[in-house]
């Protein structure tokens, strides 16, 4: 049931754009996406809900292909915050817990 | 928005002690909370989920008699490691569910337990 996220890492500098993905072979309910930096626990970005909903941070978007159980977050004019490991979360209907993909490492660079 | 804490923030014990890891939501509360654990550059494995008034819920392999839970009221989840050895020693996360409209989770510090 984990999600698969890709790609495993990628390494940026700063002002250039990125893009993760993250697939389920299963129906989902909302998609949730948070960063994590190192020794410290993850933080919330954005959800999105089946239907098109979204909460979300402004410098952050995100889509949800509901057909394709796919997820993609959007990183625009990367900063040097930016950098940390991403993990999307998966929450199967039904009020489910969360099951996270392996994430993906971004590194932002001068 | 929603504040969960953890305590301690770290804790470095001998083979065989129990050590006790408190997960509090601050400003809200919640009636289910989740365990996770996750070991250096991985992913958050979830341990199991605990509510408020009755027996957690575990997942596959995670074993209860080791990792026992209780969730004493709607702003404390307790995760307890029994006779912790070595390969316990991980980032344990706890989050809560604030019941809003979108479902967030809001995660705790984590503890990170080094056991010698």
């Known amino acids: 049931q984990q999600p698969v996220q890709s790609p495993q890492a990628v390494i940026l500098r700063e002002g250039e754009d990125a893009v993760i993905n993250c697939s389920s072979s299963k129906a989902l309910y909302s998609v949730h996406w948070y960063r994590q930096k190192h020794g410290e626990a993850p933080v919330f970005l954005m959800i999105l809900l089946k239907g098109g909903e979204q909460k979300g941070h402004e410098k952050i978007s995100a889509s949800f292909n509901e057909k394709k159980q796919q997820s993609s977050l959007y990183l625009t004019a990367s900063q040097l915050s930016y950098s940390g490991t991403y993990f999307c979360g998966t929450e199967l209907p039904g009020n489910t817990p969360l099951v996270f993909g392996k994430g993906t490492r971004l590194s932002v660079i001068a | ?116």
């Open chain 2, 1 to 116: 928005g929603a504040v969960v804490s953890q305590h301690p923030s770290w804790v470095i014990c001998k083979s065989g002690t129990s050590v006790k890891i408190e997960c509090r939501s601050l400003d809200f509360q919640a009636t289910t909370m989740f365990w996770y654990r996750q070991f250096p550059k991985q992913s958050l494995m979830l341990m199991a989920t605990s509510n408020e008034g009755s027996k957690a819920t575990y997942e596959q392999g995670v074993e209860k008699d080791k990792f026992l839970i209780n969730h004493a009221s709607l702003t404390l989840s307790t995760l307890t490691v029994t006779s912790a050895h070595p390969e316990d020693s991980s980032f344990y996360i706890c989050s809560a569910n604030a019941g809003t409209q979108y479902n967030e989770q809001f995660f705790g510090p984590g503890t990170r337990l080094t056991v010698l």
